[in-house]
């Protein structure tokens, strides 16, 4: 599993960070931080969740 | 009684997010989404902003269906809904029976007295009203009056400024976002919009319009009139219960929902419409972008277990809006707090945190420019967390 972000999308809404903190990361500087591109397979329901919460639809998984 | 086909009234973030979660469930007969839109399900939330501004086209906006195998049926307005026969009316007089229903009908803007159908006169819930006021400005409209310093208020105000509007807000309260955020934070708004050459009239009811057929002012109870070329309202949401009238099922604000999402055997409801049982908040009705989401799936996951089975929904609120260059969040439901408490930066920064607080308790925690710590206060919320009493 891959995930992506179109960075021109984000917000920064940090409703992906509250679904899957291990993945994605909103900092100080209000940009988003991908964690880890190809998280384990234990991941996916929460990055599926991420995918569905982000209000930009800004994230996709890819395989 | 298995389930072989479940009608979704609603072609919403919450209907869809149902239709998904049913899918992920391994229910494989039918799911009909009935919605009055002519458009297959779209976001809300960016209409008062980056659609507004133009920074947003259509397409964007379009939600993604991640299924084929719906059967959508668009342009169709749902008009009663006959529990004991299990079959919902549509307007075209056609029956469509169901084993399970999911009611995601949503809620329409409330308008003022006098208001509605006046050129130049607008609410904001759907893309058709965001299109019509982008067209208005297009054309050449700057005198803009918002009535309603709720978010949507707010974020709309924010947006016309973008475009170069001149803005009045006029709101009935002391302060913008006074009920939802209290005295303090309600202070920051006024300061923020302020500074950003919005005129303010707090304090002040709404008496009329000015004009004819196309609005040419607002009225104020105080007898001034505000000169408008175009008048937007935020005053609030009603939901779209109109149709069940009949239904038997309770519709006070709302169709009324046990802890899982049940309205009735069978019968599931979901999204703005829906005033859910919480097992914290109580019964209330959450009109955000990821409790619908919430909702939607877990009165799916309802349907597919049966009363017996279903779990409680107990999803904590949260909520965000960006105005100008400011992004806040509001995690929780304060309810009444006896303090709002500054735990990081402080109101006159452009980044602070401050929690609301009972007895000692974290209801609530609203984050200004301060994304980056929503896990740890929302944390606090979930857990109720106690904060010592602060040390001078």
Sequence with gaps: MKVVVDMKACMSNALCMMAAPEVFEVREDGMLYIL???????????????VRLCPTQAITIEG | MSLRSVVIVGASLAGLAAAHRLRDLAFDGTITIVGEEESPPYQRPPLSKQFLTGDWERPRLDLRIQRQD???????????LNVAERRVTLASGEHVPFDGLVIATGARARAPAGFAGRNGAYTLRTVEDASAIRDR????????VVVGAGFIGCEVASSLR????DVT????????????LGERLGEVCRTLHEAHGVKLELGIGVDGFAGSDAIEGVRLSDGRVIEAEIVIAGIGVTPNVGWLEDSGLDLQNGVLCDATGMAAENIVAAGDVARWDHPRYGPVRIEHWDSAIGQGEAAAATLISGRERAAAFDMTSFFWSDQYENK?????MPQSPDELRVVEGALDERRFVAVF???GRVTGAFLYNSMHRVIAYKAMVDSNAHLEAKTA
């Design chain 2, 328 to 332: 806040m969040q509001l995690v929780g």
């Design chain 2, 169 to 180: 807000v006029v709101e009935m309260d002391r302060l913008p976002l006074l009920r939802v």
């Design chain 2, 162 to 165: 973008k475009l170069g509007c």
């Design chain 1, 36 to 50: 880890n591109e190809t998280p384990p397979e234990e991941l996916r329901a929460k990055v599926v969740e991420a």
């Design chain 2, 137 to 144: 400005i297009a054309r050449g409209a700057r005198k803009a």
């Design chain 2, 70 to 80: 719906f059967d959508w049926r668009l342009g169709a307005r749902a008009t009663g």
């Design chain 2, 357 to 359: 607080l009972r007895g």
